[in-house]
């Protein structure tokens, strides 16, 4: 038997914390020694969308570098960890909801390479990475991380790479500055972390402005819905990174397990 593996959200926020030192790369390579060896990595990432659901498929996933105007250096990261076919093939066949659809095309994105660069930066581990389906309701998207939750007994560490507040139409470049309705709205949603209280977290829309100022692209907040449905309850939860910065971005991490 394997040891039941955590689940992580994380809040990867700007790629160059791939290539930067800084509070919120360091947090993110003190976790990963903190975590058990996992024998493979599912990967969430904001950055994939697609029609239907997928897994890429590929025996080498390639880097997608998916952001503009950046340092020569980031479009030089290289993360060349393996995939997964037995990996693709469990996560075929423990989603019943939907078919899953095996995808050479895409690889790894920013939200999944700049976090794994800094947690596992050996790049010996498989990584296969899900899509968002753009179609579905955040529901949907929690009860996938529902069905993928038996991952965890099989070694498979579940990550899920987003921002709990994201709105880039808002941003102030300091990164001390937060916006109060930033950092109330990630203050609720903790304590809805910490409480279990998951009917909230997925039906985020019915909590007002504060709601619609900070998940103003949704895509960045329903990787955090994998990892809630992926929970047991009552087991225990951390958080870590935890800052709301440029004004409307929270980098807010969660470990569960």
Same mark, same amino acid.
């Given at each position: 038997?394997?040891?039941?593996?955590?689940?992580?959200?994380?809040?990867?926020?700007?790629?160059?914390?791939?290539?930067?030192?800084?509070?919120?790369? +360091?947090?993110?390579?003190?976790?990963?020694? #903190?975590?058990?060896?996992?024998?493979?990595?599912?990967?969430?990432?904001?950055?994939?969308?697609?029609?239907?659901?997928?897994?890429?498929?590929? $025996?080498? @996933?390639?880097?997608? %570098?998916?952001? %503009?105007?950046?340092?020569?250096?980031?479009?030089?990261?290289?993360?060349?960890? @393996?995939? &997964? @076919?037995?990996?693709?093939?469990?996560?075929?066949?423990?989603?019943?909801?939907?078919?899953?659809? @095996?995808?050479?095309?895409?690889?790894?994105?920013?939200?999944?390479?700049?976090?794994?660069?800094?947690?596992?930066?050996?790049?010996?581990?498989?990584?296969?990475?899900? #899509?968002?389906?753009?179609?579905?309701?955040? *529901?949907?998207?929690?009860?996938?991380?529902?069905?993928?939750?038996?991952?965890?007994?099989?070694?498979?560490?579940?990550? =899920? =790479?987003?921002?709990?507040?994201?709105?880039?139409?808002?941003?102030?470049?300091?990164?001390?500055?937060?916006?109060?309705?930033?950092?109330?709205?990630?203050?609720?949603?903790?304590?809805?972390?910490?409480? $279990?209280?998951? $009917?909230?977290?997925?039906?985020?829309? +019915?909590?007002?402005?504060?709601?619609?100022?900070?998940?103003?692209?949704?895509?960045?907040?329903?990787?955090?819905?994998?990892?809630?449905?992926?929970?047991?309850?009552?087991?225990?939860? #951390?958080?870590?990174? $935890?800052?709301?910065?440029?004004? &409307? *971005? #929270?980098?807010?991490?969660?470990?569960?397990?």
């Amino acid at each position: 038997m394997s040891e039941k593996m955590p689940v992580l959200f994380v809040g990867h926020g700007n790629p160059m914390n791939a290539i930067e030192d800084n509070e919120y790369s +360091r947090a993110w390579a003190e976790m990963g020694k #903190s975590l058990p060896r996992p024998k493979a990595i599912l990967a969430v990432s904001a950055h994939w969308e697609t029609n239907g659901t997928k897994v890429t498929a590929a $025996d080498r @996933p390639k880097m997608i %570098y998916d952001m %503009y105007g950046f340092p020569k250096e980031l479009y030089e990261v290289n993360y060349p960890a @393996p995939g &997964s @076919p037995a990996l693709v093939d469990t996560v075929r066949k423990i989603i019943k909801m939907t078919d899953v659809e @095996p995808d050479a095309t895409w690889g790894l994105d920013h939200g999944t390479w700049s976090v794994l660069n800094r947690m596992f930066p050996k790049a010996d581990i498989p990584v296969v990475q899900f #899509s968002l389906d753009r179609t579905k309701n955040p *529901l949907y998207h929690y009860q996938l991380g529902q069905q993928l939750k038996e991952l965890r007994e099989e070694g498979v560490l579940i990550v =899920s =790479s987003g921002n709990i507040v994201h709105n880039l139409r808002a941003v102030i470049w300091d990164d001390n500055a937060k916006y109060d309705w930033a950092e109330s709205f990630d203050t609720k949603v903790k304590n809805w972390i910490l409480t $279990d209280d998951h $009917d909230p977290l997925i039906n985020f829309q +019915r909590h007002g402005q504060e709601a619609a100022l900070s998940i103003n692209s949704g895509e960045h907040y329903t990787p955090l819905l994998y990892t809630m449905g992926a929970k047991d309850e009552g087991e225990p939860i #951390s958080f870590f990174a $935890d800052k709301v910065t440029y004004g &409307s *971005l #929270s980098m807010r991490s969660v470990r569960v397990g």
